[in-house]
């Protein structure tokens, strides 16, 4: 074989040495590529298995109902009107919208919560009630009886006072069944000399005066001695 021949086979032999390597190469870099997407893949694909887990994990807890409460029971909370509310299956969930769904033991706790924050207001609304009462009774002037007239001490076997004698004319002359007319009458029958009343006053005529009133409002007989 000549020189030119045996080149020419060295040739080609190099040529298809070359295109053999082209290909190992590109099956070497097409398989490192598939194994870096099956292992991101499987990667991902674990993240969102754990994600899935955590994200079932509320919707368990919404699932537990409290003791003695049915299967499927949910569990409201009112942050803004302190109430909560347990939904049995079957009944209507509230309609108001600051109702929000929480865990049975959430629940549980605001249900406390909001029981001993209603006890005690309710305390503090009593305490507040009594004291104002006491403060109310501390300050209120006593009861007291009505003014005296003549006739009320003399009838109490006590010496009426010319105040209460002059209350007790007053409260004759108003009386539409007698008026000043019977007052006359008693000054002119006890004290001739009088014009007035307060001319009467200091002549020690309180008992004198009383008494003719007492004999006007309780007539011996029924018969009004003023118009007998």
């Known amino acids: 074989m000549s020189i030119e021949a045996q080149l020419s086979e060295l040739t080609a032999a190099v040529k298809e040495l070359t295109e053999v390597n082209k290909q190992l ?41 409290v003791d003695g409460d049915p299967a499927g029971t949910r569990y409201w909370v009112n942050e803004v009107a302190k109430q909560v509310y347990a939904e049995l299956p079957g009944n209507p969930q509230p309609e108001d919208q600051n109702f929000k769904i929480n ?33 109310a009774a501390s300050t209120a002037p006593s009861a007291t009886a009505a003014p005296a007239t003549a ?26 069944a007698h008026g000043s007319t019977a007052v006359l009458t008693i000054m002119k029958k006890v004290d001739p000399t009088a014009t007035k009343v ?31």
């Open 198 to 228: 307060p001319e009467m006053k200091g002549k020690g005529l309180e008992a004198a005066i009383n008494a003719e009133i007492q004999a006007l409002l309780n007539p011996a007989g029924g018969v009004d001695p003023l118009f007998a």
């Open 25 to 65: 190469l590109t099956s070497l870099a097409s398989g490192l590529q598939f194994t870096d997407a099956v292992s991101g893949s499987t990667a991902e694909a674990g993240k969102r298995g754990r994600k899935s887990k955590k994200e079932d994990e509320p919707a368990n807890d919404l699932a537990k109902v």
């Open 151 to 176: 006739s009320d001490a003399t009838s109490a076997g006590e010496a009426p006072t010319w105040d209460q004698t002059v209350a007790a004319l007053m409260k004759l002359a108003a009386d539409p």
């Open 103 to 135: 865990p049975a033991d959430v629940y549980l706790a605001k249900k406390a919560e909001f029981a001993a924050a209603q006890d005690a207001a309710k305390n503090a609304q009593a305490a507040a009630a009594a004291t104002t009462t006491q403060a």
